[in-house]
Structure formats: structure tokens, C-alpha cells
């Protein structure tokens, strides 16, 4: 795997840490719901998921 695709994974790591920082965190802690499912929820796994996607395919298309 080249340099800038690490690079694009580290990117995603550091979103994932702010994305999980309490301050962001708890701005979706409070008791609406979304689909019928608590905002707090939605947000968490939403935010995994997507890294996860993003993960999956810049490995899958660069990973050698």
C-alpha cells in the first residue's frame, strides 16, 4: 500500500477520534429518536459504519 493511502487511512482514524470525543458525543445524547431509535444510537452507528465502509474501500481498491 503506497504512502498517501495510509495517509488517507490515519485521516480516518482522526476523525474517528473526534467523531467519538465526548463533547460531540453528548451534543447526540438527548432523547429524541430517529426511525424510532434514540438519536445517541443513530449517531454511534452511523459514524462507525461509515469508517467502516470508507476503510473497506480504500483497502480493498489499494491494498496490494
Same mark, same amino acid.
Given at each position: !500500500?503506497?504512502? &498517501?493511502?495510509?495517509?488517507? %487511512? *490515519?485521516?480516518?482514524s482522526? #476523525? %474517528? %477520534?473526534?467523531?467519538?470525543? =465526548?463533547? =460531540? *458525543? %453528548? *451534543?447526540?445524547? $438527548? &432523547? +429524541?429518536?430517529? +426511525? +424510532? !431509535?434514540? *438519536? #445517541? $444510537?443513530?449517531?454511534?452507528? @452511523?459514524?462507525?459504519? =461509515?469508517? @467502516?465502509? #470508507?476503510? #473497506?474501500?480504500?483497502?480493498? &481498491? $489499494? +491494498?496490494?
Amino acid at each position: !500500500m503506497k504512502k &498517501r493511502h495510509e495517509q488517507k %487511512l *490515519v485521516i480516518i482514524s482522526i #476523525f %474517528l %477520534l473526534i467523531a467519538f470525543n =465526548l463533547p =460531540l *458525543v %453528548l *451534543v447526540a445524547d $438527548y &432523547r +429524541g429518536q430517529i +426511525g +424510532g !431509535m434514540p *438519536v #445517541f $444510537y443513530v449517531y454511534i452507528f @452511523s459514524v462507525w459504519a =461509515l469508517t @467502516s465502509l #470508507f476503510s #473497506f474501500l480504500i483497502i480493498k &481498491r $489499494y +491494498g496490494e
